[in-house]
């Protein structure tokens, strides 16, 4: 009946004490061992309350003894482990999963840039192939410029040889009338002069 009450004791004194010293705590983490052991008192000779996993983040109370540190588990129970275990800084396990989440991040940023890539990279070829159709285009339009250039020069050329052929034909009814109707008009005189 009596180791029942020391039981009880030990075990409301234990609750109590992570009570007050969860207060006043800094955050901590088990070395990269495999586990290891948490005792109820600052020594190997304290009896076991259980095992802890490396990488945990526990949180520290501040208090040591003969080699042994008080901590507070992430289920909230108050137990003291040797201080050699014990980090400030992140073990493995936790760099590890730090790092797979941001390789997880970096590994989506680059799909997405992937897609942003392919995307541009459609809109280039889109871009390149309105490029050759207007190229295209434009060649078929230079094409009809110098046909419709030439035709005008052709039709220039035409306009003035027909000017210059009605300006000679002109010329010459022109130069045949001079000569002829001053001699019908002279044979006239004649006559009239006869007449007289």
């Known amino acids: 009946m009596k180791s029942v009450f020391i039981a009880i004791f030990l075990y409301l004194s234990f609750s109590v004490g992570a009570q007050e010293t969860s207060k006043n705590t800094t955050p901590g983490f088990i070395s990269d061992e495999l586990f290891i052991y948490m005792h109820s008192g600052a020594g190997k000779n304290y009896r076991i309350v259980g095992t802890i996993n490396a990488g945990t983040e526990i949180q520290l109370t501040g208090n040591s003894e003969n080699d042994f540190s008080q901590i507070i588990d992430p289920k909230g129970k108050n ?66 410029l110098t046909q419709t250039q030439a035709k005008l020069k052709d039709q220039d050329t035409n306009l003035k040889k027909e000017w210059f052929y009605n300006g000679a034909i002109v010329l010459g009814i022109g130069l045949i009338l001079g000569l002829v109707l001053p001699r019908l008009g002279g044979r006239r005189r004649n006559r009239m002069d006869s007449w007289n």
Do not use: C, H, M
């Open 79 to 144: 137990a003291w482990v040797e201080t050699q275990y014990i980090s400030t800084n992140p073990g493995l396990r936790n760099v590890i999963a730090e790092l797979n989440g941001k390789l997880a991040d970096y590994s989506e940023q680059n799909n997405q840039l992937e897609n942003q890539l392919q995307q541009a990279t459609a809109n280039v070829d889109q871009l390149n192939s309105q490029t050759t159709q207007l190229n295209n285009e434009i060649a078929g339009l230079n094409k009809q």
